[in-house]
């Protein structure tokens, strides 16, 4: 049932759990693990970054790097845990690279974390993975990772 999984990933708390099922999972299914990284062009183009005189020192690059990071970790994770895997690092608006990765893969399942947010952040903002649910025609996890006051990880 589940040959080909995605989990999305920004390297933060909220994706750290998620990730754990994911591997966890493709390696109780003997599925292919597909982690995307998406670097959000929103975050880095609202910001003009006159102040940089290399391309390599801006919020891009700095974006660019974390994704790299992040994979490199899931691949070594995947690796000890016996997991095939794929890395996908796109540029692009998180919640719409997502669904339109996952469509062009095939993907049989979604995974992506969730951690609690104030009521008034999500009023504004709303988060990446409310938006995939909602506008994804294919099965998703949602991993909740719950968060103290000052959004760091309780012991689950």
Do not use: W
Request: aromatic letters at 6%; hydrophobic letters at 40%; proline letters at 4%.
């Amino acid at each position: 049932m589940y040959d080909d999984i995605l989990i999305a990933t920004n390297g933060g708390v909220a994706s750290e759990r998620a990730v754990e099922h994911a591997i966890d999972l493709a390696a109780e299914r003997d599925a292919t693990l597909h982690a995307l990284f998406v670097v959000d062009e929103d975050a880095y183009s609202a910001y003009s970054g006159d102040e940089y005189v290399d391309g390599h020192e801006g919020p891009e690059y700095g974006f660019q790097e974390l994704g790299e990071d992040t994979l490199a970790e899931v691949k070594r994770r995947c690796a000890d845990a016996g997991v095939d895997f794929e890395s996908h690092l796109v540029h692009g608006v998180p919640y719409e690279t997502i669904v339109d990765v996952a469509d062009d893969l095939s993907v049989d399942l979604v995974i992506a974390g969730s951690k609690r947010r104030p009521d008034a952040y999500r009023s504004l903002l709303g988060s990446v993975t409310e938006r995939v649910v909602r506008l994804i025609d294919r099965p998703v996890m949602v991993v909740k990772t719950p968060v103290d006051e000052e959004g760091e990880p309780l012991d689950a």
